[in-house]
């Protein structure tokens, strides 16, 4: 027999009564019921119950231990009793009566416990990260992490991809989030960067004449942690195409995408074919957000045209000065007391907004301030364009185009939560597509690229050189599910004419752009293929699919939200003997304390 095990702790079965067999794991719980102990005998692959009584030799032993401490057992596998089996365990059938236990290690007492999920503070659930992932929930999340790469990596080969490394020390870009900068021992002060993403290395394998290219690629961002976003690094299905349009790039991920979410839906239901396309400027109207979750049936509607020269001055006002009057459906809200319009508009100050304002509908008839002061003539043509019925309410936000559509987009999702609207159960995928090339930047007082340098501006060289700048349109698509961004993409400006252009738009000389992107735009003078791509996120693919609300619970060893690694005790000072190989001196509080 093997020496630690003959079968794993979710193998037995009624078939395997009579047998002698060898188990190890840890102990999960322990139960004394007077003279006999019963021991959930706990590894990688699930759970048997082991029970001993005054006739084996092991239950000195195993009253003796803590749990989580790590055992070998010998022993016979017997049917439970009627009535003791357990359907909700493989092996709830069975039960293996202890001959003889190895104490493999002995556990402490623990910091927080193993079994069951009760929630604990996150610095010690990451301090103690190792016991944490013994826990059901975080270990079958991480064994679904596993099975979501291994199932992309298939798909994504199906599809004609080959994978490729790109480097992890490159140089620093002048585009994007903060870098994590790696000083150099042989140049001294200069330093590599970790890669955001391998955007540029990925273009230059279009342009060395690799077609199609993919990459569960390691990034590496200096940026606030949030919970769908883990602070110093994250992964994603980072892949290229070569010679594509906007719609081959589309029609190469949407079977992956799905077919991984089906794969891992358990019963949820998954977008069918080709996932709708919302332009950038619709998706800011219609759902306040360029993340819409599509599961909310709620739709923003402008109604600024509805209050022009109106009894209610305070809206007539502010669209006079240019601003937007949007509103929200609050469907079968007649029951509701007005308290429940009340609390919405203090979450709205809560969430630093001057107020949202309402109007109550109850049979068709009005009430509020604002149905009172616009009339009821007024009120009946503004539901009429929502489509709302005679027992519906709507909420207003009302400023400012981008001010106003960002509260529209908070109210509508939680109204949507509020009145549980929210369909479950769902996937719902979508892409926004149309993103504006330039936008300006306020406080420069200057046009400024919106989304990304890098993209082909839709019409080309003619329409940066036509158009005005905010008009032009850029091939730039994200990839939404639920309202969580799962990626950026573009079809990418190959073209270094084009390029100087945009980059002249945006107010970079050539010599800027030759000095900043040297690599990218030096490779492009010699031949670069039309292409574009893509880079979904692995984190938080993950995260959906386990319905976690904080991407750290799919991540093996996450750092917390002030991107500390409680485990590693990463970032930590380092010796001066370090700092001096690598030509570095600190200064001020961070500086090494003499020995």
């Known amino acids: 027999m093997h020496a630690y095990r003959s079968h794993t702790c979710d193998q037995l079965r009624a078939a395997d009564v009579g047998q002698t067999v060898r188990l190890s794991g840890w102990i999960h719980r322990k139960r004394d019921h007077g003279g006999v102990l019963f021991v959930d005998l706990r590894d990688h692959y699930g ?141 001294p002060g200069k330093f590599y960067a970790l890669p955001q993403a391998p955007q540029m290395f990925k273009q230059l394998l279009m342009v060395a004449g690799f077609d199609r290219y993919f990459q569960i690629a390691p990034c590496f961002r200096d940026e606030d942690a949030r919970a769908d976003r883990s602070p110093g690094e994250f992964y994603q299905l980072d892949f290229e195409m070569s010679f594509v349009t906007q719609d081959d790039v589309f029609a190469a991920i949407e079977p992956v995408l799905s077919g991984v979410f089906k794969e891992f839906a358990n ?12 332009p950038y400027r619709e998706a800011m109207l219609k759902y306040g957000s360029d993340k819409p979750d599509l599961r909310n049936p709620l739709v923003v509607h402008d109604v600024g045209e509805h209050f022009k020269g109106s009894g209610f001055g305070l809206f007539a006002g502010m669209v ?24 919405m508009n203090d979450w709205a100050r809560g969430e630093g907004f001057a107020g949202l304002g309402y109007a109550t509908r109850k049979g068709g008839e009005w009430g509020g301030p604002i149905a009172k002061n616009h009339g009821t003539e007024g009120m009946d043509w503004l539901a009429g364009q929502l489509g709302t019925g005679p027992d519906d309410g709507i909420f207003f936000a009302a ?20 009145l549980g609207l929210i369909e479950e159960g769902a996937f719902k995928f979508c892409w926004i597509v149309d993103f504006p090339m330039f936008e300006y930047d306020e406080d420069n007082k200057k046009i400024d690229f919106s989304h990304n340098p890098f993209s082909m501006p839709q019409g080309g060289m003619e329409a940066l050189e036509r158009k005005d700048p905010l008009d032009i349109l850029a091939w730039q698509y994200d990839i939404v599910c639920n309202g969580v961004e799962l990626s950026s993409g573009a079809i990418r400006n190959h073209r270094p004419d084009i390029m100087y252009k945009a ?28 292409h574009g791509g893509s880079a979904p996120g692995i984190d938080r693919i993950v995260m959906l699919l386990a319905d976690e609300p904080n991407i750290r619970e799919v991540i ?13 005790n990463a970032p930590a000072e380092v010796t001066p003997k370090q700092l001096k190989e690598l030509s570095i001196r600190i200064v001020g509080d961070g500086a090494p304390k003499p020995a």
Not at 67 to 86: C, L, Y
Not at 506 to 530: L, R
């Open 267 to 278: 019963g949820r239901s998954v977008t069918e074919g080709a996932y709708p396309r919302i």
């Open 503 to 530: 980059f002249e738009i945006a107010g970079y000389s050539k010599d800027e752009v030759d000095t900043n992107f040297p690599g990218m735009i030096g490779a492009f003078k010699y031949g670069a293929p039309p």
């Open 320 to 343: 006079e000065k240019g601003h937007v009057v949007r509103a929200v459906p609050a469907p079968n809200t007649a029951e509701k007391s007005r308290k429940f319009f009340d609390e």
């Open 556 to 568: 093996v060893f996450p750092m917390n939200q002030k991107a500390e690694d409680l485990l590693m």
């Open 47 to 187: 759970l048997t119950q082991v029970v001993c009584d005054s006739d084996s030799p092991a239950l000195a032993v195993l009253e003796g231990l803590r749990v989580e401490s790590v055992v070998t057992i010998d022993g016979e596998v017997k049917a439970r009793a009627p009535g003791t089996t357990n359907a909700k365990l493989p092996t709830g059938d069975i039960e293996l009566f202890a001959r003889s236990v190895e104490i493999q290690s002995k556990a402490d007492e623990l910091p927080m416990p193993v079994a069951g999920e009760q929630d604990y503070p996150e610095e010690i659930r990451l301090k103690y990260r190792y016991l944490d992932l013994r826990r059901e929930r975080l270990h079958a999340n991480i064994l679904l992490r596993s099975k979501v790469i291994a199932s992309i990596r298939r798909r994504m080969i199906d599809q004609g991809f080959t994978e490729f490394q790109t480097p992890i020390l490159t140089a620093s870009s002048p585009e994007g989030a903060r870098d994590y900068l790696v000083p150099s021992r042989v140049h």
């Open 399 to 418: 400023g400012p185009e981008a001010q106003a559509a960002k509260l529209a987009g908070l109210a509508r999702t939680r109204v949507g939560e509020q």
